[in-house]
């Protein structure tokens, strides 16, 4: 009864070590990081630099990875967070100070966002606060130009309300003649923005930036360079005092760490820098980067980080626990395999032993009968040898420690004992008896 119940018991074991095993491989593979299938980047509108750097990045990482990079046109920073969020996108191109990055987690700074005041000439604006009650494309809801454009227009006591303002992009600036001007916070490379200068029918404005900088942690003072968007005439005409935000490549807090990485090395290892040449140098990028870094972002931008290192350790241990969990299994099941191997050769080596007994008590049984009617004291020595040398080999042979425990081989032992007790005896009685015929004396 003892032995049924260790048998069940040791099958519920395996079949429960089986299922641990199938589960965990099941979960780690299911749950281990890998790259996802398809990578979305939310960047902009379609002739916007989010868009045109989305699409440089995506194709850089496509070629990396041979995965599927999808470009998605948005409405700007605060869209794209929500988008991030929802899981619509995987990455996303956000200004920083434009959006919350609470739930989310930086990648890496782009390139930096100055902002520009642009303004047609010959409608009387010469200072921010001529804005007031003029015609003013600020962006969409959703866009980060128009949040810039309410932290100027705040600096300067203004409100969005107090302008005439829409919903429209710079780039209207050239079509649309009733604008008087755009509040635009971008990259200097904007092709849009590089457009509306370049006609020379505009002017940019400059900013109290070192007021704008001390107001705004997002914002730091820059300056727009004479002549950077047209040289006959040069616009702008001076050295314009402005402020800039950067351009930050985002994603959620739970993004995968592979996706984190590849994209960081595509993004530095790749020609990146030669087709945009505003992106900010590796070696700059730590600095300008917000505390919400990704753990594998502040990983590679900070190799000796030993936070970054913990939480390496940390990710590690949680991502192999399901592996380790099937490798204690397997280990298990291996064992437990050995184990019955063994259990079976050993039935197998006890089984032959039992029946070598068995073919020595049948001897012995044999020289028992032969030996109840003999009288010949020379017969019953060649008895008494072949009975010992019976004994001598069962003892030689049969070395397994669980059959000389065993019942049968201590009646075994016994009856060779007893046996040759018992032809001792009969040789002692029937030497007398030849010693008494023999000797006439004895009467």
Known sequence: MQTLRTTLLRKCVAWGMIVILIVSLLTWYLTRDRLPARIRIATAQLDGQYFQFGQELATALAARTTIQVRVLPTDGSIDNRARLRSGEADLAIVQSGAVSLRGLAVVAPLYREVVHIIVRKNRGIHKIRDLKGKKVAVGPEGSGYRESARNVLENYGLALDDLNENKKYVR????????????????????????????????????????????HAHFDQVTIPQGYYATDPAVPATDIQTVAATALLVCREDAPSITVSETLDTLYEEDLAVT????????????????????????????????????????????ARELLFACVA????????????????????????????????????????????????????????????????????????????????????????????KIQSKILIQSSRAEAKSDPDVN
């Open 172 to 215: 209207e600036l050239l079509a649309d003649p009733t604008l008087d001007a755009a509040i635009v916070t971008t990259g200097m490379k904007n092709p849009s923005v590089h457009k509306v200068l370049a006609s020379g029918d505009f002017d940019i404005l400059p900013l109290h930036a070192k007021a704008m900088a001390a107001e």
């Open 276 to 319: 945009f040449p505003n992106l900010i140098p590796h070696d700059d990028a730590i600095a300008m980067t917000p505390r919400r870094l990704h753990p594998a972002a502040r990983r590679h931008f900070d190799p000796f980080d030993h936070v970054g290192r913990l939480a390496t350790v940390i990710e590690g241990l949680a991502g």
């Open 330 to 421: 397997g280990v298990y099941l291996l064992w437990d395999r050995w184990r019955r191997l063994k259990e079976k050769e050993r039935r197998i080596l006890m089984q032959a032993e039992k029946e070598r007994l068995d073919h020595f008590l049948a001897r012995t049984l044999k020289v028992e009968r032969a030996q109840m009617d003999e009288t010949d004291p020379a017969r019953l020595n060649q008895f008494l040898d072949e009975i010992t040398d019976i004994k001598l080999k069962a003892l030689e042979q049969l070395t397994d420690e669980d059959l000389r425990g065993d019942r049968v081989f201590s009646i075994f032992l016994m009856q060779c004992a007893n046996l040759i007790s």
